[in-house]
């Protein structure tokens, strides 16, 4: 098994850059997704496969991956981009393995 | 438009079931897998099960195995998740999650139900 590592908070101001981090030894290997979670609210699908933005997600949400660490950055930060956001990975080489780091509150200040 | 929609929850004792159902539509369900995953309350997402397109293959994770059971029912669009022998810890928001590529799974979810609120207490 292995962890994702996520800081459990990221702040910024309206207008500015939020970049939420995700580390996991696997990640050079498997895909990394990234969900926004609003209060009270089901999970939203804003990165998959690393760096893809699917379709209704602003283009302000974007993703990278660097060695054993991905970063979710969004650009010119709102206030409705208050959330939780989640990375997400999985082994599926042999039974899957399907993990989520711890998560991270993104508040606008 | 996909929409999913669970139902089942409720407050149950330590050892009893309880039976989740998602009813799915909006898609052609019998081509895809799905998910179950879950939140306890104020705690962030544990994936719990998935169960191919047709059925032939279910995969759990450690902490539910032996105890959970999911199962689909493709002439009603419906998944289900029995959950038998509960603990307070599995007391948690549960969500039904869409696979995004039909045959093919893989272990990402493009489309979630809203949860239905599952608690575990004497």
């Known amino acids: 098994s292995y962890e994702l590592t996520q800081p459990p908070s990221v702040s910024v101001s309206p207008g500015q850059t939020a970049r939420i981090t995700c580390s996991g030894d696997a990640l050079p290997k498997q895909y990394a997704y990234w969900y926004q979670q609003k209060p009270g609210q089901a999970p939203v699908l804003v990165i998959y496969k690393d760096s893809e933005r699917p379709s209704g997600i602003p283009e302000r949400f974007s993703g990278s991956s660097s060695g054993t660490t991905v970063t979710l950055t969004i650009s010119g930060v709102q206030a409705e981009d208050e959330a939780d956001y989640y990375c997400?990975?999985?082994?599926?080489?042999?039974?899957?393995?399907?993990?989520f780091g711890g998560g991270t509150k993104l508040t606008v200040l | 438009q996909v929409q999913l929609v669970e139902s089942g929850g409720g407050v149950v004792q330590p050892g009893g079931s309880l039976r989740l159902s998602c009813a799915a539509s909006?898609?052609?369900?019998?081509?895809?897998?799905m998910h179950w995953v879950r939140q306890a309350p104020g705690k962030g997402l544990e994936w719990v099960a998935f169960i191919r397109y047709d059925g032939s293959n279910k995969y759990y994770a450690d902490s539910v195995k032996g105890r959970f059971t999911i199962s689909r029912d493709n002439s009603k669009n419906t998944l289900y998740l029995q959950m038998n022998s509960l603990r307070a810890e599995d007391t948690a928001v549960y969500y039904c999650?869409?696979?995004?590529?039909?045959?093919?799974?893989?272990?990402?979810?493009?489309?979630w139900g809203q949860g239905t609120l599952v608690t575990v207490s004497s």
């Open positions: 999650a869409k696979d995004p590529y039909d045959i093919v799974a893989t272990y990402y979810f493009d489309y």
């Open positions: 997400q990975s999985a082994d599926s080489s042999g039974t899957p393995y399907v993990v």
């Open positions: 909006g898609f052609t369900f019998s081509s895809y897998g």
